[in-house]
């Protein structure tokens, strides 16, 4: 019975990897696609940013007006997950929708955290599916996926397909989720479903930004007490800007119309744009860290972001919010490092570890996308694993998901 009961464990775990591996990766990866070429769209054609009130009032009708039934946020996973409340088939087709008309218009917002809410409703999706075969053939009825398991391989799926960091987001699938070291048992399947998605993704040709070789760096004592400090810093602009989004959305509810929330947001928005003279921070913005991982970039490019990002998330349109925070870490940590007389582009490297570790209390994933995404160096491995450790330790139980169970988090000192 053991030995049965283990090769069904397997069968399952290999059967939810692939099938999570095709299906959301296939999405996150059309996804990458489809906001990159709305992003292009908007930076070649840039008097498009005032159609943001229009998208805004699209958006803010489609999921207040038009299911407003729902929940359609990365909170619904958490609930599935936690409590098994259903999660409508509408948040992944709605969150793409919202983030795609955001980039087109200019609004500044994330799309890794979109790809893992559709990443994991198509999981979802993929549970129903389980079950239904399950009900016509009893014999498969027993490899039916518990929900943890599936929301874990396509939110692995979904990190995977925008950040091209495959190890990363699968140990992202399993820590986002359960907040606990005790399911790794969870990284079989989560890795199958992220290179899955990888190879997906190089098949049909994605690009993807490469910030790798931009950084040399030596160990010293000099530069790792300044690698503390800016590791420090990094926690403290991932807390800001949890504060900043917080406030910025209790400030929007203030105004009682829904409608009028999203056009004064959107106005805003336009309207800091048109003060900068330039639309670098709206959108993506990738270039911005690129160049900051290159040694040279706009000192205060982190505060625009920081308040457009605020601006446009907080009036009501939806979008993730990961992406930003790389934006802000990278910016914010470079500034940091002229201040403090650390090399620039090593402080910005360590803001984006920091900062992501900061709202995401996912300190190995975090750690894991740095070797995979910026630099795999053992000088850079030492820099990155105590940016993440100290920024996740010191930054409390807070975050950008917040039903993320706090209580769950090991070797977490509430300081904040």
């Known amino acids: 019975m053991e030995l049965a009961g283990r090769r069904k464990t397997i069968i399952t775990y290999i059967l939810t990897g692939v099938c999570c591996g095709i299906v959301c990766g296939g999405a996150a990866v059309f996804f990458s696609w489809l906001t990159t070429l709305c992003d292009n769209v908007f930076h070649t054609h840039e008097k498009l940013i005032f159609l943001l009130p229009l998208a805004g009032i699209a958006v803010v009708y489609l999921y207040d007006d038009f299911r407003k039934e729902d929940d359609l946020t990365m909170n619904a996973l958490y609930r599935h997950m936690q409590d098994g409340k259903p999660v409508s088939f509408w948040l992944a087709p709605l969150i793409a929708i919202s983030t795609c008309l955001a ?6 917002v994330g799309r890794v955290g979109s790809a893992l809410q559709i990443g994991g409703c198509l999981a979802v999706l993929i549970g129903r599916a389980f079950v239904l075969v399950g009900r016509k053939f009893s014999s498969l ?38 907040l606990s070291y005790k399911k790794w048992v969870l990284i079989v399947p989560t890795l199958i479903s992220a290179f899955i998605t990888w190879g997906i993704a190089h098949a049909v040709g994605i690009y993807y930004v490469d910030f790798h070789d931009l950084i040399t760096v030596s160990i010293s004592t000099t530069v790792l007490l300044k690698a503390l400090v800016v590791a420090f810093a990094a926690m403290l602009i991932g807390r800001i800007y949890c504060f900043v989004r917080k406030i910025t959305v209790n ?7 829904k409608y009028l929330r999203v056009i004064t947001g959107t106005v805003l928005v336009i309207a800091l744009t048109q003060i900068l003279g330039h ?9 911005y860290v690129d160049a900051a991982l290159d040694g040279h970039s706009a000192t205060l490019a982190f505060l625009w972001k920081l308040m457009l990002t605020a601006f446009t998330l907080g009036c009501g349109i939806r979008g993730g919010e990961i992406a930003p925070t790389i934006f802000i870490g990278a910016t914010g940590c470079f500034a ?36 995979e995404a910026i630099s795999l160096s053992p000088e850079m491995a030492l820099y990155f694993f105590i940016t993440a450790c100290m920024a996740h330790f010191l930054s409390g139980t807070g975050g950008i998901y917040s039903e993320q169970r706090a209580e769950k988090q090991i070797l977490k000192p509430r300081l904040f």
């Open 251 to 257: 400030g929007f509810e203030m105004l009682n119309n």
């Open 141 to 178: 009825r027993r490899f039916a996926p518990a929900p943890e398991l599936l929301l874990a391989c396509g939110i692995a799926a979904g990190f995977c397909g925008i950040l091209n960091a495959p190890i990363a987001g699968a140990v992202f699938g399993v820590e986002v989720l359960v």
């Open 279 to 287: 639309t670098n921070c709206n959108g993506i913005g990738f270039s």
């Open 336 to 371: 940091a490092g002229y201040l403090i007389g650390l090399d620039p582009a090593l402080a910005a490297a360590l803001g984006i570890v920091g900062a992501l570790a900061s709202v995401t209390n996912c300190p190995v994933a975090i750690f894991l996308y740095g070797l």
């Open 103 to 108: 980039y087109l218009t200019g609004g500044s």
